[in-house]
């Protein structure tokens, strides 16, 4: 399985952004979430869905800002973020595994990440 993430770049607070990540390979039944690293700081999760796209599951500090949705004809998952704040300024990878949860050790297959940077 590989992952592409893109979608980031520089904007302002307030502003949005949708990242997507791009899978290939033997994706079926794989859970994806989206993670970020800021300097000087551990990586985070960010959120999460299922499969199916019936489950989600995001950081408190993001719940209704951003959105995640997949869609499996091609592949995709996206995070649509919203009201960005510069406290969202970090590199957002996105991940997937066979386990929907244990977000600590989630993770089977990592892509590249793409910078998001918010400014004030």
């Known amino acids: 399985v590989q992952l592409q993430a893109s979608g980031g770049g520089l904007v302002q607070a307030g502003d949005s952004l949708r990242l997507s990540c791009a899978a290939s390979?033997?994706?079926?039944?794989?859970?994806v979430g989206w993670f970020r690293r800021a300097p000087g700081k551990e990586r985070e999760f960010v959120a999460a869905?299922?499969?199916?796209?019936?489950?989600?599951s995001y950081l408190d500090s993001v719940k209704g800002r951003f959105t995640i949705s997949r869609d499996n004809a091609k592949n995709t998952v996206y995070l649509q973020m919203n009201s960005l704040k510069p406290e969202d300024t970090a590199v957002y990878y996105c991940?997937?595994?066979?386990?929907?949860?244990?977000?600590?050790?989630?993770?089977?297959?990592w892509g590249q990440g793409t910078q998001v940077t918010v400014s004030s």
């Open positions: 390979g033997r994706t079926y039944a794989m859970a």
């Open positions: 869905i299922s499969w199916s796209g019936s489950t989600t």
């Open positions: 991940a997937a595994d066979r386990l929907y949860g244990s977000w600590a050790t989630f993770g089977n297959y």
